[in-house]
């Protein structure tokens, strides 16, 4: 039972173009989510993050999105540069006494075309 | 240099032995964290720890063990009875307090042979 879907395993987009990563999720105890971006054989780094209370978190050139109502997020990469490249992961966490262990989805491999 | 140390990056063992994988960091944080990661797969969270002498299963703790006698140090044994074994491991630490992101070592790619 998969609590966090990133329905399209890989997304083409053109550099200096707007990236959009979806995420869905349904478990509504989640009142945390993250997005991060992975190369192979590295660990995970950390993007962007947004508390269930805000609906928008902005950082630059990255935004993430929350839409509770549907149990969607997504992260606009804008302009998308080549190093965008990569694995981006859907993360979601709900209290587990405070640790907080996060719940995963599948990935997306954004990949930046010239 | 402060972060977290993931070694080895590559680990080879025979089939029915126990291995031992190390994570350690010098951020001070509280809470540390193992994942595995399969092929086409998300991370899965193996076992967590909040605090020195304390820690909590995870999603998929059957076949593993930890252990967390220092703030630093987080090691994780992958024991026989892990069916599956072959993955990549990755560790984590997360600073006090919620809604805080974790922050993953580099990863140990862990195959049986």
């Known amino acids: 039972d998969q609590q966090v879907k990133q329905n399209s395993p890989s997304l083409s987009v053109q550099e200096g173009r707007i990236s959009i990563l979806n995420c869905d999720y349904t478990n509504s105890m989640f009142d945390y989510f993250l997005w991060y971006k992975k190369y192979p054989a590295e660990g995970p780094t950390f993007l962007i993050s947004i508390s269930s209370i805000k609906d928008k978190n902005e950082d630059g050139r990255f935004t993430v999105f929350l839409n509770k109502s549907a149990k969607h997020l997504s992260l606009h990469i804008v302009p998308s540069q080549p190093g965008d490249s990569a694995v981006y992961f859907c993360?979601?966490?709900?209290?587990?006494?405070?640790?907080?262990?996060?719940?995963f989805g599948k990935g997306t491999h954004l990949i930046i075309q010239p | 240099d402060g972060g977290i140390t993931q070694s080895p990056k590559y680990l080879f063992r025979k089939e029915g032995q126990n291995v031992t994988l190390s994570c350690e960091q010098n951020l001070n944080h509280d809470a540390m964290y193992w994942y595995r990661q399969d092929p086409g797969q998300g991370l899965r969270l193996i076992y967590y720890?909040?605090?020195?002498?304390?820690?909590q299963k995870g999603d998929i703790a059957e076949g593993y063990s930890v252990s967390r006698e220092k703030k630093e140090s987080f090691p994780l044994t992958v024991t026989s009875a892990q069916k599956n074994p072959t993955a990549f491991y990755l560790c984590?630490?997360?600073?006090?307090?919620?809604?805080?992101?974790?922050?993953f070592g580099d990863g140990t790619r862990l195959s049986i042979l």
């Open positions: 720890s909040q605090i020195v002498n304390d820690f």
């Open positions: 984590a630490t997360k600073t006090q307090g919620t809604r805080q992101p974790q922050h």
């Open positions: 993360a979601a966490s709900a209290p587990r006494g405070g640790a907080d262990g996060l719940t």
